[in-house]
């Protein structure tokens, strides 16, 4: 028996010996088949013979440059942050685990189309691989990568429509009282990042008679790094990819571009349930009937010192989607797009479509759910989809707010096409904008009206950058692609402030004389009032400015208005004469106060600077940093750099705002700029950690290096991963 046992032994770490050498032998077939060029910014061009080698080495050159970032994302998607970072993950983890079950993704991945299942391999051999010849990279959590974990994460933006759904409701709702003492702070979707801004460009506005594009998002700071990837199977992309994903999400190919820009076409739905136990289950009241919930086990792992403890959770769905909290004794169920395997290849497809008759019938596959989309093509199309997964829906219903879940007629009915949408092609005035603003303003006076859609298509409302964009598109000709950066990317107006300032000094010259505020706040307003409404390192104004708004915002958010108002004008009009002079005199004594006199440039304030490469950056007075003219979205700014003070600074350091910026021109070849928060890498030891930043605070963009001949005479390293 004991021989038996040692013979069955042997056998078994022969067969996995024998295993792990097949995977390794797989991966250095993918390598030999791979080539990586990194250029003078670092920049990782890769060439492989068929895109899933391509797949294989733009995942290799990903986590060479940050792996910390790649694996975070999965263990996000894969709701096991709390296995890392303990009890506090808790219910973040539930809320990915509502959709991300194990045994139905894997079941996904395998009825997967071949040419997908492929590319999925390719993805996991490449971390893999890297591990294997990086030993001493040691993950946090997840030590091997499988295929179908690429399924998990297929959405691209910055805020998936998972992570609408609030932890605070889940715990009060899930919660058997064990970890009450748990508290989460909600995002604020109205904070930074505010969303994009994507500009499209028709031939006839143009010196050279191309397209344009400017992709522009607002993300947090090095959330996505710059990479091209070829193959001899007709795959060109070049963009920006989220770390750890294997397709480009903003970018271009030789033929055309894409930008996603947040919006509020409704894709989400909450529906209210009336709920009873029978039969000693919980049933919900559709129409005349009562269905019985689906029941399913939720187990979460969390750390504790240095082991593992384990909460089981029984989540309940109805055919709307999973309960994520109670509300007036009724239960509340939302609904969401699930379609894991169509977003992957939606999202892959369209970096290889050549026209614009192919990238809508990737359009038409409806799962890029919380983004409308900016296109231009080399055949001079421009076009605009407002959102792209829209459900039908009863409009005698308030679809902004939770609606009746027991009545069958609030149940979804089927998709809106294309052409229900918010769509536009070719518009007679040459351009296109959208910058996360009221899309019945995306070509001006030229715009679709808002009365022939349906409420629920578009809650977007307007905000100063839409009416920047608006005014300086409106007068364009002649365009370069650098002008396209420099007159309409980066145009310094801050629109926010025009209605503003005028009712400030109003409020000011009614003060009567006894009143010591006014000779305290005579300079001051002097400058503001003579201010160009321009941000600029230089200016004062801008100073001034921001520092006011933020104060008036804080009496503004107290206020009650109606959801579709513009802030700025309801800013300038509902406030009172009082609330706006107290704001400003506060405004004058923190200038004052944090940086010596109110008579403070904005580039003393508003700082660059890169020394960690934590995902919660640090920032530190002491060291070195670099000024910066643009300024928080908000306020209208089309470059935007959103910053702040921190516990222990008082200058204010940028972690959120432009981040990949690329303007591309198509003619006959596609010519690109492009431009990066601090650099391509990760590594603080690195030369590319920081080689873009002085570029970056200026504007400078630097030329994109797309034809293989342009790569060869710029590149400064060629390998083969692992080798």
């Not at 060479?64 to 983890?93: C, H, K, P, W």
């Not at 076409?265 to 919980?282: C, N, P, Q, S, T």
């Not at 405004?587 to 109110?598: M, P």
Request: charged share 25%.
């Amino acid at each position: 028996m004991f021989k038996k046992s040692l013979l069955l032994l042997v056998w078994f770490a022969f067969i996995t010996q024998a295993h792990a050498q097949s995977e390794i032998q797989k991966w250095e077939q993918y390598a030999q088949n791979t080539e990586i060029i990194r250029d003078q910014w670092g920049i990782p061009h890769i060439y492989g013979k068929t895109d899933a080698d391509a797949v294989f080495g733009m995942i290799y050159a990903q986590c060479e440059d940050d792996f910390n970032r790649v694996e975070t994302n999965y263990i996000n998607a894969m709701g096991r942050m709390a296995e890392v970072e303990g009890i506090s993950q808790l219910y973040v983890d539930l809320r990915m685990k509502l959709y991300i079950d194990p045994i139905v993704v894997k079941k996904e991945y395998e009825d997967s189309p071949k040419w997908l299942k492929d590319l999925m391999d390719a993805w996991a051999a490449g971390i893999n691989y890297y591990l294997h010849t990086h030993p001493e990279v040691k993950p946090k959590l997840i030590t091997k990568f499988e295929p179908w974990m690429a399924l998990t994460f297929s959405e691209g933006s910055i805020g998936g429509d998972i992570e609408t759904i609030s932890p605070n409701g889940l715990k009060a709702f899930y919660d058997n009282k064990a970890h009450a003492y748990l508290t989460y702070t909600e995002r604020d979707w109205e904070e930074e990042p505010k969303g994009s801004n994507g500009f499209a460009i028709a031939p006839k506005l143009t010196q050279s008679g191309n397209a344009m594009l400017m992709i522009n998002p607002h993300t947090s700071f090095y959330f996505r790094p710059e990479v091209h990837m070829v193959s001899e199977a007709g795959l060109n992309a070049y963009g920006a990819v989220t770390w750890g994903q294997f397709f480009i999400y903003q970018g271009f190919n030789e033929y055309n571009g894409w930008m996603h820009t947040s919006a509020k076409a409704d894709a989400i739905d909450h529906f209210a349930l009336i709920v009873e136990m029978r039969d000693g289950k919980y049933h919900y009241k559709f129409g005349n009937d009562w269905r019985p919930f689906i029941e399913k086990k939720i187990k979460v792992s969390y750390k504790v010192d240095n082991n593992m403890a384990e909460e089981e959770f029984t989540a309940y769905y109805s055919h709307h989607g999973p309960v994520i909290r109670e509300e007036d004794d009724k239960w509340i169920a939302i609904a969401l797009m699930v379609e894991r395997e169509k977003a992957l290849t939606q999202s892959y497809n369209r970096t290889k479509t050549k026209n614009h008759e192919e990238f809508k019938a990737n359009m038409n596959l409806k799962t890029n759910s919380s983004n409308s989309t900016v296109y231009a093509d080399r055949d001079g199309t421009i076009a605009y989809y407002h959102g792209n997964f829209i459900p039908v829906r009863d409009p005698q219903f308030d679809w902004r707010n939770v609606v009746d879940g027991s009545n069958p007629d609030t149940d979804w009915k089927g998709l809106h096409d294309i052409e229900e949408m918010i769509y536009i092609e070719n518009p007679a005035n040459g351009w296109i904008q959208h910058c996360n603003s009221d899309p019945f303003n995306a070509l001006g006076i030229d715009s679709p009206l808002r009365e022939d859609y349906p409420p629920y298509i578009a809650w977007d409302t307007e905000n100063a950058r839409g009416l920047n964009a608006v005014r300086i598109l409106s007068e364009i000709k002649d365009l370069t692609l650098d002008r396209l950066i420099t007159d309409v990317a980066y145009e310094p107006t801050l629109m926010a402030f025009k209605p503003m300032i005028p009712a400030l000094a109003q409020a000011f010259r009614k003060l009567p004389n006894s009143d010591p505020r006014k000779e305290k706040l005579k300079e001051p307003i002097g400058v503001l009032a003579d201010w160009d409404l321009k941000t600029g390192i230089h200016s004062v104004g801008t100073s001034l400015a921001v520092f006011w708004g933020n104060q008036l915002m804080a009496e503004g958010r107290r206020m009650e208005r109606a959801w579709d108002t513009y802030i700025f004008d309801f800013l300038a009009t509902e406030t009172t004469d009082e609330q706006k002079i107290s704001a400003f005199e506060k405004a004058v004594e923190r200038l004052a106060e944090d940086f010596g006199s109110w008579n403070t440039p904005w580039g003393e304030i508003n700082r660059f600077q890169r020394v960690t490469n934590e995902i919660q950056g640090k920032f530190y007075d002491e060291l070195p940093s670099l000024p910066v003219g643009y300024n928080s979205s908000l306020w209208g700014s089309l470059a935007a750099y959103g910053s702040r003070a921190y516990p222990n600074t008082k200058k204010w350091y940028g972690n959120v705002g432009n981040s990949f910026v690329a303007a591309v021109e198509f003619g006959e070849k596609v010519k690109a700029k492009s431009l990066l928060a601090g650099g391509q890498s990760g590594n603080p030891f690195s030369p590319h950690f920081v080689d873009q930043a002085e570029m970056y605070s200026k504007g400078e963009f630097k030329e994109v290096s797309y034809y293989r001949d342009d790569v060869l005479k710029n590149a400064r390293v060629i390998y083969k991963p692992g080798f």
